[in-house]
Every structure is written in C-alpha cells, then in structure tokens.
C-alpha cells in the first residue's frame, strides 16, 4: 500500500509509472490538485484514499465466469444476425467501495 499523505509534500509521480507502480488511468490524464489526485469520474465527497491501496488508480482484475449459452437440447446458441456464439456471466464478484476522492478502481474487460 502506499504511505499516507497529507500535504503535496510528497515524491509520488502520477499519470505515468512511479516505480513498479502503474499510475496510468485507463480513463485518460487525470488533475492532481494540491498534490492529491482527483477522480476521472468525477467528485465523490470522500476525501481519501480509504480502503483501497493506491492513491490514484487501483489496477484490479475481476474473476468472470462464464458459460455457453444452450438451448433446451444442450446445443449451443448462436446469434441469428452474427452466427457468433453467445456467452451468459454466470458469476462476478467484487468488494469494496470503488470510488473514493483521491483514489479510484481501475479495470478492463476483454
């Protein structure tokens, strides 16, 4: 986790790589105001880094779990329009607060 801070005396660098630490949002450049980040998505009222242990972006990746959609035969479905084959999220989990102020989730589906 990062150390607290309390003032913009500190030596973090945000919006690029600080280290191994990966400061680069997913949501494009971010403001740093008074040497704290601000939230890409806008304000949330909670100043802070709370729970989460990054201050700015906190890189994460969610467990998915998916399955093939069937039909009553047990085949399985494809699109009408794109011949693909469909997938249904079966189960996803995630925890904790994912906005605060000064520090925010950050993650990608693919």
Known sequence: A???I???????KFNTRDGKV???SYYGSYEVVDGFP????????IHGRGLLGKWGPNH????VVTRWKRDASQQIVKDEKSQKTNSRIC???TQGYRGLGNSWWN???W
């Not at 601000?38 to 009222?45: A, L, M, Q, S």
């Not at 994460?60 to 467990?63: L, N, V």
């Open 2 to 4: 990062d150390k607290d």
């Open 6 to 12: 309390t003032s913009s005396n500190h030596d973090m």
């Open 22 to 24: 990966n400061r680069e």
């Open 38 to 45: 601000r939230n890409p998505v806008g304000r949330t009222g």
């Open 60 to 63: 994460a990746a969610d467990p």
């Open 91 to 93: 189960w996803h989990k």
């Open 107 to 109: 993650g990608r589906c």
